[in-house]
């Protein structure tokens, strides 16, 4: 038996009718019944989708006719669930890094700022001294 047909068994064990079927794995129309009525092959990519789609399908099974037709329930939503967890953590960690880099920023710019307002303190400094120096001088002239 090919895999073609074993998804055909698949498909007829879940009710799903090929074109639920080619339209969820975005197939065009009758491709599915086509392959099947010419036992035709399967490409990777198409059991790439079957795979991510249909978890509970045992993609080893399709490939080879050995095993079960379906997954154990609950393996598949452990494996499931621990890609979730996977997935969480590599994102959270990226965001932290990011979050990290963003901190470390932040401070370079609030000391950035604050050696711009003392250099802007001193140039007000020196030019009240200076403005005040000026008119004294005016003042001893006139």
Known sequence: MKPIERIAMYLHFKSITPHAFEKKIKLSNGYFSKQFRNKGSVGSDILIKIHELYKDIDIMWVLTGEGQMLKD?????????????????????????????????????????????KIISLYEFMINNNSSSGQSQVANII
Not at 76 to 81: F, L, P, R, W
Not at 86 to 100: G, I, P
Request: glycine share 0%.
């Open 73 to 117: 329930i609950s393996s598949a939503i452990n494996n499931n669930i621990s890609s979730q967890v996977d997935e969480f953590s590599y994102k959270y960690e990226a965001d932290s890094k990011k979050f990290k880099n963003l901190e470390d920023d932040l401070e370079k710019l609030n000391t950035a700022v604050r050696d711009k307002e």
